[in-house]
């Protein structure tokens, strides 16, 4: 398993500016699938255009991130 190349504290930072730019534009909700994206805002490197992920950002509560049964970790 690798390490998260961003601390805790960095990843809130960029969740909450992402967050608060949905706020000015009146989102409830921002669908990411692109893997610079959701590596941006979890710091998951994966094989996005193999394999597609979909990062479900709410404007409260926990992020949601949709992927392949196989790539379960428990």
Same mark, same amino acid.
């Given at each position: 398993m690798h390490?998260?190349?961003f601390t805790d504290d960095e990843l809130r930072r960029r969740v909450a500016a992402?967050?608060?730019e949905m706020e000015s534009r009146e989102l409830d909700l921002?669908? @990411?699938s692109a893997p610079e994206q959701v590596f941006y805002l979890t710091? @998951?490197?994966h094989w996005g255009y193999f394999a597609p992920h979909l990062l479900l950002v709410p404007r409260e509560g926990d992020l949601t991130l949709v992927t392949r049964q196989m790539e379960h970790v428990a």
């Open positions: 390490s998260n190349p992402t967050r608060a921002v669908m @990411l710091g @998951l490197d």
